[in-house]
């Protein structure tokens, strides 16, 4: 079952901003920013601290879903700093910690709204491992687990997926109002705008715009999975925002702690709120520590629009020297969008190859998509441009020393693949 720690072969000690540690004490710089857990480093200097005063003035630490002052702390920030801004009225629902937990929740509730069964996912799309979000997951290496018949998801082609020129959202749209398309009218349609594990596949605004206009039309919940791509990881907070829709339920886990401390909620357009008391019940709804943290994140990077600001300059940088990085692999693009990014090398030996070079120059990074063919680079949105630089001058130092070793075996006939 172990799988990250089998590519990033450390004993990590400790930890601060971008940067980890050993108990040899090397360190290495940190781009894989727990999947998008670690969006605004580790060990937040402020969220330390709050949380570190909350334990010592005996601050309750497990409550079930009980009113606490940490959780009014947190929906009190949240709030106002995220839901109000956007115009957004949803109710926020704790589920338990995982992200999975809160997709399970998010299509519970869309088959009980609607009282249908399908759910539209994507080609690609990645869900979370349980099996109800399973049905949802692309991945047949994850899908392949359970050994029972994973129902209820019906899946369509994601943006791009048949290749330019061939709208998906055209061919779902087509399907949902063929009476003899075979489509059964859907509870809910879930997608990402970008899909992390899947390969960093980005949906466009128009085709976001579409989906969100036929889930409307065919009495479909919109769903959004947030969990990687939000808390700022394209730019803006969710990462939806750009696009001027508002999805009837939002999932948020991985980053929202900021302190990479385990809480997961779904945000619910409260005329879609019919849950009884209890219904999706849990022990860890509502991680008290994680409230803590997750208030001081909001406070110290959404109170402003500095943070969004800083991201997008990082953005930049990275598109820019990513694409340098591409330019030495023949046939490599770039993926991805705002510090959700990486390179497509086109096999996952070539993207493997990659990251173990990056991990001997001191620089830790995973890879995605179908055939892991992914490189990807997710560092901490908090990373100073310097260190942003350092890390990508060893990807580039690596992508261009493992091309230049494949030439060389290839042309003296050693690999052939
Ligand atoms: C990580 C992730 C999940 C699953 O979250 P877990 O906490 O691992 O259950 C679901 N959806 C997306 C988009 C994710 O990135």
Same mark, same amino acid.
């Given at each position: @079952?172990?799988? %990250?720690?089998?590519?990033l ?20 710089l ?19 601290a709050a ?14 879903d @009980?009113?606490?002052?940490?959780k009014?702390?947190?929906l009190?920030?949240?709030e ?5 801004p956007?115009?957004m009225?949803h109710?926020?629902?704790f589920?338990?910690p995982?992200?999975?937990?809160a997709v ?8 009980? /709204? ?17 099996q &109800? ?11 392949g687990g359970?050994?029972?018949? #994973? ?21 779902? $749209?087509?399907?949902l ?7 059964d ?11 992390g ?11 976001v ?9 065919s ?6 999975? $947030? ?13 939806f ?8 339920l939002v999932v ?6 900021? %302190?990479g401390l385990?809480? =997961?909620? #779904?945000?619910i357009?409260?005329?879609? $709120? /019919?849950?009884?008391p ?13 409230f803590v943290?997750?208030?001081?994140? #909001?406070e ?7 943070f ?9 940088l ?13 046939g490599?693009?770039?993926? &991805?969008?705002g510090?959700m990014?990486g ?24 890879t995605?998509g179908?055939?892991?063919q ?18 990508l001058d ?8 493992? =091309?230049?070793?494949?030439e ?10």
């Amino acid at each position: @079952m172990r799988s %990250y720690c089998r590519r990033l072969d450390l004993i990590l000690d400790t930890a601060e901003g971008s940067v980890v540690r050993d108990v040899t004490g090397r360190e290495y710089l940190d781009f894989v920013a727990g999947a998008g857990s670690l969006n605004y480093g580790h060990n937040d200097p402020d969220m330390r601290a709050a949380l570190i005063a909350h334990l010592e003035r005996r601050g309750i630490s497990h409550s079930l879903d @009980m009113f606490s002052s940490a959780k009014r702390a947190f929906l009190t920030a949240f709030e106002s700093l995220v839901l109000l801004p956007r115009g957004m009225d949803h109710r926020v629902q704790f589920t338990g910690p995982t992200g999975a937990n809160a997709v399970e929740a998010a299509l519970k509730l869309a088959r009980k /709204v609607t009282g249908r069964t399908n759910v539209i996912a994507f080609t690609n799309g990645f869900h979370g491992v349980s099996q &109800g979000a399973l049905a949802a997951t692309g991945n047949r290496h994850h899908r392949g687990g359970p050994e029972i018949p #994973l129902y209820g998801v019906t899946r369509m082609p994601y943006d791009g997926y048949l290749g330019d020129g061939i709208d998906t959202a055209e061919l779902l $749209d087509r399907m949902l109002h063929d009476p003899s398309s075979g489509l059964d009218a859907p509870a809910a349609i879930l997608l990402e705008t970008v899909q992390g594990e899947g390969g960093l596949n980005v949906a466009s605004p128009a085709w976001v715009r579409r989906i969100a206009e036929l889930a409307s039309t065919s009495g479909a919940l919109l769903v959004v999975d $947030d969990i990687q791509a939000g808390c700022g990881r394209t730019g803006t907070f969710f990462s939806f925002e750009p696009f001027g829709i508002v999805p009837d339920l939002v999932v948020l886990s991985k980053s929202i702690s900021g %302190y990479g401390l385990p809480m =997961a909620l #779904l945000l619910i357009r409260p005329e879609y $709120d /019919v849950w009884l008391p209890g219904e999706h019940n849990g022990t860890f709804r509502g991680n008290v520590h994680a409230f803590v943290t997750a208030r001081v994140a #909001l406070e110290k990077f959404w109170s402003t629009r500095d943070f969004a600001a800083d991201v997008a300059r990082r953005s930049n940088l990275l598109a820019r020297r990513l694409a340098e990085a591409a330019a030495l692999v023949p046939g490599a693009t770039v993926k &991805g969008r705002g510090m959700m990014c990486g390179i497509d090398v086109g096999s996952g030996a070539y993207a493997a190859a990659v990251v173990r070079r990056c991990f001997a120059d001191g620089l830790m990074l995973e890879t995605a998509g179908s055939y892991d063919q992914v490189v990807k680079v997710l560092p901490p949105l908090t990373t100073p441009h310097k260190l942003l630089d350092d890390g990508l001058d060893i990807l580039l130092a690596a992508t261009g020393a493992v =091309a230049s070793a494949r030439e060389t075996r290839s042309s003296s006939g050693l690999v052939t693949a």
